[in-house]
């Protein structure tokens, strides 16, 4: 059941948004649409296109990605498989070039998020941070490192 404000309309429909979309993205179900914003546009640095209490649009160095509320996923084959799961994200990697993990991180440790890897330099020319997110996904804000 959609729990959208009223008077809250996306800035384009579902349907020319889906037709829209190009290469890869996401959808991340979460049991806290604005708060998952919250993580992603403070913490991340990416940007809401459309958010309300059932579904965000975001964007992050041009690759679109979404969050659905489990209330909005009620007759999706997913939702009996998440629900009541406390970390939903794990093995999973969500993986953002270009994004400065010292400032990631210092951002989530300010806001109360878990850092579960401090920002390193990695053998293989980045460097990282791991992130965990309030559904436990895991996000990883990475640069290329000089050189």
Known sequence: MKKRSAGKTPPVSAEAYGRSLRGIGFNLLVTDVPRAV??????????????????????????????HADHSYGDHPLSGIVAGLEARGAGVE??????????AEARARDMGFTVLSGSLDKPHGLRECVILDDDGYAWVPAVATPG
């Not at 958010?51 to 979404?66: I, K, S, V, Y």
């Open 38 to 67: 919250t993580f992603a546009t403070e913490v991340l640095g990416a940007t809401s296109f459309y958010d309300d209490e059932d579904f965000a649009a975001l964007r992050f160095n041009g690759a679109d990605f979404m969050f």
């Open 94 to 103: 969500l993986r953002l070039y270009g994004c400065d993990p010292d400032v």
